[in-house]
């Protein structure tokens, strides 16, 4: 039985003679369904990788958005938290603030003075998936800090609340007192010396200083801190010129190495008035005020009396 057989005929060029390729049967289905083969694989390819790198294509997309999200996110959340800071600072200052009145007002063993911690406690809030999901964990970590901080902080607004609401029923019909407390600066200037034990500028020895040193230019004006009355104004051993003010309720207060004087002694003087100019007089190393608080004879730190910032 003769085979059948497939011949292909191949012209090389315009002018050369044809070749002929003579195949069988069997060789001929096998190239053609070897080629079908192959093109119907390309193209299966093709549509796959095709299909995934649309795919990659919208996750890239939805990822940089993502990104995007998270970064506006991050940076509100961050603006936030400076705002928590900024308002944490401010009830620390209320704090402070309070705890100056106090002092003055003889408040400071009431039982709205001490410190309360009063329980903090609960889920954050914040479990939306889709939040979270959105979020990078140190984001999502800001905010959580974030929650807890403004519930604390809360609680303290609350004691805070109270405590001035007590020193505010105290304060009603206590005029006289108010406007006769030293809660002011006398002197705007550095303060080189403080309350209590220091090393002596003149003998390197340990002694105890009995008010603040403030170094202010010569001719400064010192004003006085409260109301109250003039009991002293001439030279002083080791104060130089001193004016010395009696402002009722147990407080005096001193003011030494003035180069004049404002005031002269009996004289009736409200707060922020003038009553000296800063000098060098008496036992000092260079211009300054020295200012001291004795409240029933006892000298006091003038910083614990002092209401301004």
Do not use: C
């Not at 003011?255 to 003087?269: A, Q």
């Amino acid at each position: 039985m003769q085979k059948q057989q497939y011949t292909i005929l191949v012209f090389p060029g315009n002018t050369g003679s044809p070749r002929k390729i003579k195949v069988s049967k069997w060789v001929a289905q096998a190239l053609f369904f070897t080629f079908l083969a192959l093109s119907l694989g390309i193209a299966g390819s093709s549509y796959y990788f095709t299909g995934n790198y649309i795919r990659l294509l919208d996750d890239t997309s939805e990822l940089t958005d993502l990104r995007r999200q998270t970064k506006l996110q991050k940076i509100q959340v961050e603006k936030f938290s400076r705002q928590v800071k900024d308002f944490e600072s401010e009830m620390s200052r209320l704090a402070r603030f309070e705890r100056k009145l106090r002092v003055v007002t003889a408040l400071e063993d009431s039982p709205n003075s001490l410190d309360k911690n009063w329980g903090v406690g609960g889920p954050h809030g914040l479990t939306s998936h889709s939040f979270q999901s959105s979020l990078e964990k140190e984001t999502l970590a800001m905010v959580q800090g974030l929650s807890g901080d403004l519930n604390l902080l809360a609680n303290q607004a609350k004691i805070q609340v109270i405590s001035f609401q007590e020193m505010d029923e105290f304060f009603k019909g206590q005029k006289s007192l108010l406007s006769a407390i030293p809660s002011i600066w006398p002197s705007r200037g550095w303060v080189t010396s403080g309350f209590g034990f220091r090393k002596s500028p003149f003998t390197g020895l340990p002694e105890n200083h009995e008010g603040l040193d403030i170094a202010v230019r010569r001719g400064s004006p010192v004003r006085a801190p409260g109301d109250g009355i003039v009991i002293s104004a001439g030279r002083e051993y080791g104060y130089g010129k001193m004016i010395e003010i009696d402002h009722g309720y147990g407080f005096v207060t001193r003011f030494g190495h003035n180069s004049r004087y404002m005031v002269k002694v009996g004289d009736r003087v409200k707060r922020g008035q003038v009553v000296a100019l800063t000098g060098n007089t008496g036992r000092s190393t260079g211009p300054h005020l020295h200012y001291e608080i004795v409240f029933n004879g006892i000298p006091v730190d003038p910083r614990n009396y002092i209401l301004e910032d």
